[in-house]
């Protein structure tokens, strides 16, 4: 029940995701990407510098997550919260209030894959500890999902001391800084599916334009 | 002429910021009027814009340049506006800002943006507003509209609170509301007796538009 805390590791930013946060519905043609090479190459290098990847997690019975009956019925979940840190989404900031808008927006789009790719990470961890004990994982659950009310984001600060990664959370429990994100695995031999899963793997909305797949 | 006009047009639908400006001075050297420039020219472009975005043709970034450009032509052409003693038609002025609670800023940036591109007045009050300070604003600038956004469940509350402040200083009447974020939707807006929701930029540009319209 020790919470364990990961800080020495790095995410890929990976540019055909940042360009998908980007689009309108349809796949931008390669000539529109092209006219914005040079801000993206310069946002995913910013980004790069600016993302500090952190993560705190607990394996832990699924009744341990205090307030909360949500998982009680389920004997091993890991629970986790995870960032990128504070400093590129000051760096948003700095560029909106610069007049920056193009820049902010692609830094921006780049922080919400780089915090994706931290829990992706995470949670890979959490595959290969199970898959060591011949155990598989659930997909991701997250507070705000599906029946998992974002209030109980507090059980789940209740029950991780996030404030070691430097993730605190707000009275309307908005995660500070905003690139973060918690959530939920169960460890079975057969993990239940979740309903407040948050995986495209999972979502039946096949023409969702944020759902990711290979391009 | 009728080039010139093209001209700006097309420099605003390119996002191209720095043809933008070449052409509001120029626009300035050369004596054009400049309502018909703004109105025939910049405006046809950054409206051009929206029917390319709302067609999904344009993505982010090609929005946000076509916005940006249109603004920096209008910080040029603005004050010869003003000194020249011209009346251009002003679409409303709006004060947006993003409920207390919620830091989240990007979107609502944009949506100013846009706002201010399409011919708004905008008083952007950031981040995190309390409600008492949205209705403050409101009416000591004697806005026409208000635009809330917010992106969590738990502080979406905050906008119905706003239009229930504005009923209490029977000011609902005169000042409309339009709400916006991830979690919002016409249901919402509904529910809260707000005057519409808007799902992206261009769109609160077209329902800012109707709301203050009447």
Known sequence: ?215 | MIEHLKKCAQAVLEGDDRQAEKLARLTLDKDYPLLEVIDKGFVKGIREVGRLWEEGTLFLPELVMGAEAMKKAMAILQPALESGGHEQTKAGLVVIGTIEGDIHDIGKTLVATMLSANGFGILDLGADVPVQRFVDEAEGKKADCIAISALLTTTMPGQKKVIEELDRRSLRDRIKVIVGGAPCDEKWALDIGADGYAGDAVAAVALAGRVIGG
């Open chain 1, 1 to 215: 029940m020790e919470p364990v805390i990961l800080d020495k590791f790095s995410v890929k930013i990976a540019a055909n995701e940042v360009i998908r946060y980007l689009e309108n519905g349809k796949r931008a043609s390669s000539g529109q990407i092209k006219r914005f090479q040079g801000v993206l190459d310069l946002s995913l290098d910013r980004a790069g510098v600016l993302v500090r990847p952190r993560g705190i997690y607990v394996i832990a019975p699924g009744k341990s997550l205090p307030g909360s009956s949500l998982f009680r019925e389920l004997e091993r979940m890991a629970f986790c919260v995870c960032t990128i840190g504070p400093a590129l989404e000051k760096e948003v900031k700095r560029l909106m209030d610069r007049d920056q808008l193009l820049e902010a927006v692609i830094l921006d789009a780049a922080g919400s894959v780089a915090a994706e790719a931290v829990a992706s990470h995470i949670d890979g961890i959490f595959k290969e500890q199970a898959a060591a004990e011949g155990l598989k994982t659930s997909c991701r659950a997250s507070p705000g999902y599906g029946d998992w009310d974002v209030g109980e984001q507090k059980s789940l600060f209740a029950l991780l001391p996030a404030g070691r990664i430097g993730v605190e959370l707000s009275p309307s429990c908005m995660m500070i800084p905003r690139k973060s994100i918690s959530f939920a695995v169960h460890i079975d031999r057969n993990p239940v599916r979740l309903r407040s899963e948050n995986s495209c793997e999972n979502c039946d909305l096949d023409i969702c334009p944020f759902r990711i797949t290979d391009r």
